[in-house]
């Protein structure tokens, strides 16, 4: 009991952070070990296909999803402590919807970890979708409670993260928007021009390869773009342990 009373809010989003980066760091390796993969960037749901990485690929994507789940309640309940402070100009809706959609992409998550493309692909795929553009959604929805919440942190700065952590998550949804616009265009161009058999061992050799680099770059952007933003969310909770 003393052990989790002493458990700070800022770890959580370390923990999610850490989490998916030894996730796809893990299944990464073991693909290429395997030669289930070409080692220049494919992509990630390619490195978690086949045993023994879909296994852990599966098993440590619903972990990752519940942690993440735990992310988007702390989140809803903080803004909606600052909405019912009545500092806050902003509908109890946006939050409401937010954290909706962030328990979708929680699912998505577990969608995309037990559902691999080998074996059942357009369900793989509907989970993605609901991973990656629910994640643009929610960014959106959370830059605009952010600035929102301005006028929360004016009247109780010891909570604010500053402006320029607000601006900067501008920008990461900006560019994950971006990325996530790319990664939909370059694989389906890159898709049409492939001339070899597996997708999962996809050389300069064959067509459209140029386009593929393109779109696995791009879904490991979105990726990074996240952790980012995940970054900031623990700096965030930091703040608010170190003053509460």
């Given at each position: 009991m003393s052990s989790l009373q002493n458990f700070k809010l800022h770890y959580l989003p370390a923990i999610s952070c850490c989490w998916f980066i030894i996730t796809f760091a893990t299944t990464y390796f073991i693909a290429v070990f395997y030669k289930h993969v070409y080692p220049v960037l494919p992509y990630i749901s390619e490195t978690g296909a086949n045993p023994p990485e879909s296994c852990i690929f599966g098993q440590m994507l619903n972990i990752g999803a519940f942690l993440l789940s735990l992310n988007m309640y702390v989140r809803y309940r903080q803004v909606d402590f600052a909405i019912k402070s009545n500092n806050v100009r902003i509908s109890q809706k946006w939050n409401e919807?937010?954290?909706v959609i962030g328990y979708l992409i929680c699912l998505g998550i577990t969608?995309?970890?037990n559902f691999q493309q080998n074996t059942v692909l357009y369900i793989h795929l509907i989970g993605a979708l609901v991973t990656f553009?629910?994640?643009?959604?929610?960014?959106?929805l959370q830059t605009r409670i952010s600035f929102a919440l301005r006028s929360f942190y004016e009247k109780h700065p010891t909570y604010g993260v500053g402006e320029y952590i607000v601006y900067f998550r501008l920008i990461l949804t900006i560019c994950y928007i971006?990325?996530?616009?790319?990664?939909?265009?370059?694989?389906?161009?890159?898709v049409e021009e492939f001339t070899g058999i597996n997708y999962n061992w996809w050389?300069?050799?064959h067509g459209g390869y140029f386009w593929h680099v393109l779109s696995t770059s791009s879904e490991w952007?979105?990726?990074v773009t996240l952790v980012l933003h995940l970054?900031?969310?623990?700096l965030r909770y930091y703040l608010f342990n170190k003053f509460a």
């Open positions: 919807i937010s954290v969608v995309v970890g553009g629910g994640t643009a959604i929610m960014f959106i971006i990325f996530f616009i790319a990664l939909c265009i370059f694989s389906f161009v890159s050389t300069e050799e952007f979105l990726v970054i900031t969310v623990v």
